[in-house]
């Protein structure tokens, strides 16, 4: 009986299994959890959260070795866990790399439970509902470098900030479509993110100003940024470069530091780069 076994054997035998087999065995054998719940340490997880009007979804997915971080997002369907045990997985103990939510409705307690759990260094996040995201962000806990990124689905206009502190303070990359609030974006060019894209459809007029000193400051190396890219439909953005760099210029370099300026299809983008 498994009962009978050594917790190396046990460990042995979970190695073998997936994560909704190993909840269950823990869940018959509650008294040798912590044995078989052992050989979750070992293991990389990602998960897809859907949550949507007509479903509720957690979709998981082992990955087998470093190669692999960002390999499960190009898969259209991966393996679910079963609602049934979804209080009976330990998130906590999960080594989560990866975390895709797609959010479309209302976000229900079971699924709050989960993210309060959760320790994750990348996510992506697709949202309609603002005040939702934001529920979703202040639920996770972010590692130190960790990835965020945002896709606005119902271009509503921004009335508070998503952007949680530990990305202002040690992120690594941030990619975020939506719009922003004026405080939240000079928070951000601020910010010790070392690698931000930002689009936007407009630019408030707060925005001019902090852009400007931006690309200076940028220039003379004294921002946290070794990329920052901003696309928007806003014809100003030309202005704001051209203000720096000189009229019907594109392209200004200062040492390793470079900011190029391109519009094409409506759509005008300010890259800042360091070259090597």
Known sequence: MVEN???????????FMDLPSIVSLAAVLPQRSADIFRVLKKRVYSLRVEIVPQHISVEYYEMKNETEKDKYWIFEKLPVLPKAIWRDIPFAMLHTECLEITQGAQIPEE??????????????????????????????????GARLSMFELSKSIASESLIPQRLFDDGDELVFVADMLSDEFS???????????????????????????????????????????????????????????GR????????????????DRGTSELFC????
């Open 111 to 144: 699924v709050e439970r989960i993210l309060h759990e959760l320790v994750i260094h990348s996510m992506s996040l697709q949202f309609v509902c603002r005040l939702e995201a934001k529920k979703v962000l202040e639920l996770v806990t972010f590692t130190s």
């Open 187 to 245: 928070r951000l060019l601020n910010s010790a993110v070392r690698y931000v894209f930002i689009t936007c459809e407009r630019l408030r007029p707060e925005f001019t100003s902090l852009l400007k000193e931006y690309i200076e400051r940028f220039l003379r190396d004294e921002v946290k940024q070794l990329t920052f890219s901003l696309r928007t439909m806003s014809r100003s953005l030309r202005d704001i470069f051209e203000n720096v760099a």
């Open 5 to 15: 076994l050594n917790r190396d054997v046990i460990f042995d035998i979970c190695k």
């Open 273 to 276: 780069s360091t070259v090597e």
């Open 248 to 263: 019907g210029e594109v392209l200004v370099r200062i040492g390793s530091k470079q900011i190029e300026f391109s519009y």
